[in-house]
């Protein structure tokens, strides 16, 4: 079962040992104005209203294949209204992602799932960069759930309820870094991150979870946020998605969760002798 912090008690170090040992995910409630709640909804129903066609991913089985479009996607939300600067960079949850990824840490990705009443769930999953880790081989060998290099953020637009498909997971499945099986019966065992809308679920992203069918008659939305340590190949490429108006006005906090802290890979033929700071 994971616990649930609020923004005055949420104690970083505490919230890292929930993450790496206890359920692998934990509940923050009170980081976020009912505005700015409204706010991220309405831009995202607003991108979602006609435009199913875009990427998602972990669809489920093929005979709900033809429910895929009651799960939307949208993507590179920084560049579709402040509000998602504000949830990227919330000082609580910079606070908790520096102890847990080192304090260079970066974003990933920033989308929003929406899924329509009716909609389907997903399979259940690890998360980038483990995602196919179905083929353990591909990654090197002992590579195990100890340290991370993934941290998840869902914060919740909508009632997650069991009927309207609260992500499902499995609390502590995180401390063994693998794919569930079909013996496993994930679906028999998993509980729900439940939540009321501005509510955050933080969570380290080999638990094993996934969305859950909405069964209920309203959507059920959340901003998905990726956080990974500095050194991993983000997911989105948002200085190559984002406006350069966006890129020179960003805070410190957003230029390094957007990569341009961390300088590699580069040309060092042509890096100038002065600029060899830090280097071996
Ligand atoms: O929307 C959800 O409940 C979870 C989505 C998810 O796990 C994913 O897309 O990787
Ligand atoms: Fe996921």
Known sequence: MMKTYT???????AIVQ???????????TGLFSDQQIADARAIVMQHSEHDSEKVT????????????????????????GEVFSDMAAHPVMMDILRKFLGTEFIMGSIAANRILPGGPGQEPHVDYPYWDFHSPESHPVGLNGSFPMNAQVSVILDPFTAESGA???????????RYPTPEDKFFDHCEQMT??????????????????????DHDRS????????????????MPAALPQSFIDAAS????QLI???YPYPEVLDAAKAGNTEGRA
């Open 7 to 13: 923004e005055i008690t949420a104690d970083p170090n």
């Open 18 to 28: 929930d993450l790496l040992h206890g359920a692998g995910a934990v509940k923050i």
């Open 57 to 80: 991913h972990f669809q489920g089985a093929a005979e709900e294949a033809s429910r895929i479009n009651l799960q939307r996607r949208v993507w590179n939300l920084l560049a579709k």
């Open 167 to 177: 992500t499902g997971y499995l609390p502590g499945s995180q401390k063994e870094l």
């Open 195 to 216: 939540g009321e809308p501005g509510d955050v679920v933080l969570f380290y992203g080999v638990t094993w979870h996934c969305a859950m069918p909405n069964r209920s």
């Open 222 to 237: 959340a901003i998905l946020i990726q956080y990974l340590p500095k050194w991993v190949k983000p997911m989105e490429d």
């Open 252 to 255: 410190p906090e957003i230029r």
């Open 259 to 261: 990569g341009l802290n």
